[in-house]
Each structure stands twice: as structure tokens, then as C-alpha cells.
């Protein structure tokens, strides 16, 4: 059965860096995009963008370009995501999720990584 | 950007109640719609994609529809395990904006 299971929550400080990782099982990896999205406490959903799991190509929705990466392993068929230089308003629970159909839909949810970013 | 406005936001309601939430887009998005329920503490879950397909595995009581500017939620018999807030997410451009959510709360 197709499963994504993220990494652990993660405290960090004001200034540091987290990367969080998004195992999938149960399909080809490649054939699906991943998406990330964000959702800050007691807030909504907040769609970060998307990598394409074939070429690796990101794409990134305005306000997470510069200190959010996306990224593989193909060979351990993960994908990461990157923060830098946090900040605490990116305290959130980020999630990754597949992506299948010529409409887009987010069919396969992680279970969600906590970052909290506090001094 | 597309903007997608949720109403309301907010509805208390009662087992058995049919219940509609309705997502409006900023401009036209054709079909190209999903619908999320998410649990506190949970992921969100895929209910309906496409504007009015029925993702495999979720109950019939859900139905999509719309297309355009105006898309609608039904659950047509509301049910205990149905408690929770429903997010409508836009497909057709980037950024794929949701919306700002509808929390379904017990009467």
C-alpha cells in the first residue's frame, strides 16, 4: 500500500536550518510529484509547491523561494525538504503529499513533521 | 495569484443534517478543484477531485460540484465521523492556493 512517512518533529533555533525527509513505499517513486504544504498553528493549508520526481525539477509558490529547497534521493525514494535561516513564523507542521492525474489531486498524505523554530 | 473564498466558515450541524459548502475562485478554473477533510492533528484527506469525482474509498454522502467560479461540497447525511474542517484547493495555475477552510462542528 502506498505509504509516505516523514521524519520526526524538530526544534530548532532562530538563524539554523532543518531538512525534513518524506519516505514513499508501495509505488514508483518517479512516476508521481511530490508537494509540499505547510500549516501553521491553528491556521489553514498553504500550498509550498512542488518537485517532479523524474527530472528533479522544482517549482516553488511565492514566499517559500530562496530558504526552502526541494529535493531527492531517488535511490531511497525521499524527498526532502530544506529550511534555512529559519525563522519562528515558520513554525508549522509541513507535509508532503502525492500528486497524480492530469488534474492534480493530492491523493497520499505524509503524516506531517513539526517544526518549531524558538529561542 | 487565484483566490478561493470558503462559506461559510464556520457550521454547526447535526447527525443526519445534509450540509453544503461552497468554494468561490477570484477567476475561472474550469473543473480543476479538489476537496480536503482534515481531522485535529491529522493529514488532510482527498474526497473529491476533478470538481465532482469521488476519490476511491470515500463514502457516497459526499458529492462535488461547480465549475467555473462556483463550486459546492454536499454531504448529503452527516455523520458522527464527519466532524472536521473541509478545505477546497485550485489545480489549474500556480500557486495551487487552498482555500481558507470550513470547520463542521457538532450542534
Known amino acids: 500500500q502506498v505509504q509516505l512517512v516523514q521524519s520526526g518533529s524538530e526544534l530548532r533555533k532562530p538563524g539554523a536550518s532543518v531538512k525534513v525527509s518524506c519516505k514513499a513505499s508501495?509505488?514508483?517513486?518517479?512516476?508521481?510529484?511530490m508537494h509540499w504544504v505547510r500549516q501553521a498553528p491553528g491556521q489553514g493549508l498553504e500550498w509550498m509547491g512542488w518537485?517532479?520526481?523524474?527530472?528533479?525539477?522544482?517549482t516553488y509558490a511565492q514566499g517559500f523561494t530562496g530558504r526552502f529547497v526541494f529535493s531527492l534521493d531517488t535511490s531511497v525514494n525521499t524527498a526532502y525538504l530544506q529550511i534555512s535561516s529559519l525563522k519562528a513564523e515558520d513554525t508549522a507542521v509541513y507535509y508532503c503529499?502525492?500528486?497524480?492525474?492530469?488534474?492534480?489531486?493530492?491523493?497520499?498524505w505524509g503524516q506531517g513533521t513539526l517544526v518549531t523554530v524558538s529561542s | 495569484d487565484i483566490q478561493l473564498t470558503q462559506s461559510p466558515s464556520f457550521l454547526s450541524a447535526s447527525v443526519g443534517d445534509r450540509v453544503t459548502i461552497t468554494c468561490r475562485a477570484s477567476?475561472?478554473?474550469?473543473?480543476?478543484l479538489a476537496w480536503y477533510q482534515q481531522k485535529p492533528g491529522k493529514a488532510p484527506k482527498l474526497l473529491i477531485y476533478?470538481?465532482?469525482t469521488l476519490q476511491s474509498g470515500v463514502p457516497s454522502r459526499f458529492s462535488g460540484s461547480g465549475s467555473g467560479t462556483e463550486f459546492t461540497l454536499t454531504i448529503s447525511s452527516l455523520q458522527p465521523e464527519d466532524f472536521a474542517t473541509y478545505y477546497c484547493?485550485?489545480?489549474?495555475?500556480?500557486?495551487?492556493?487552498f482555500g481558507p477552510g470550513t470547520k463542521v462542528d457538532i450542534k
Open positions: 503529499a502525492r500528486a497524480m492525474g492530469a488534474i492534480t489531486r493530492l491523493d497520499y
Open positions: 508501495g509505488y514508483t517513486f518517479i512516476s508521481f510529484a
Open positions: 518537485i517532479n520526481t523524474n527530472t528533479g525539477n522544482p
Open positions: 477567476q475561472g478554473i474550469s473543473s480543476y
Open positions: 476533478a470538481a465532482s
Open positions: 484547493q485550485q489545480v489549474n495555475s500556480y500557486p495551487f492556493t
